[in-house]
């Protein structure tokens, strides 16, 4: 099992991005997906969360900015950015802390590859 996080880059400050993140085909349902990011130097941060049903929380540095959605037909998760500061510039990260795959094998702290955020003044 793998997930897969997309959509980082280069973008003037203000603007926006949308990250994804892709659990592999063989998984038959996820409960909470998080967006921790890591700046060079600093701690992990947790960013957004998004429960099974659908309940969302946010750090307090994104609350109002940034929108975290999930679709669980596709086994996806996103993570819409808006009015991007510089200060947001990271390695994004996704996680699952339980999947059940098809084979109704249960997997714990599932983490994508990160997705590198860059936001320039």
């Known amino acids: 099992v793998q997930l897969q996080a997309s959509g980082g880059g280069l973008v003037q400050a203000g603007g926006s991005l949308r990250l994804s993140c892709a659990a592999s085909r063989n998984v038959f349902r996820i409960n909470n997906m998080t967006w921790y990011r890591q700046a060079p130097d600093k701690q992990r941060e947790l960013v957004a969360t998004?429960?099974?049903?659908?309940?969302?929380m946010y750090g307090n540095s994104v609350k109002g900015r940034f929108t975290i959605s999930r679709d669980d037909d596709k086994n996806m998760c996103y993570l819409q950015m808006n009015s991007l500061k510089p200060e947001d510039t990271a390695v994004y990260y996704c996680?699952?802390?339980?999947?059940?795959?098809?084979?109704?094998?249960?997997?714990?702290?599932?983490w994508g590859q990160g997705t590198l955020v860059t936001v320039s003044s």
């Open positions: 996680n699952v802390d339980l999947l059940v795959t098809t084979g109704f094998g249960r997997i714990r702290d599932v």
């Open positions: 998004i429960t099974s049903g659908g309940d969302t």
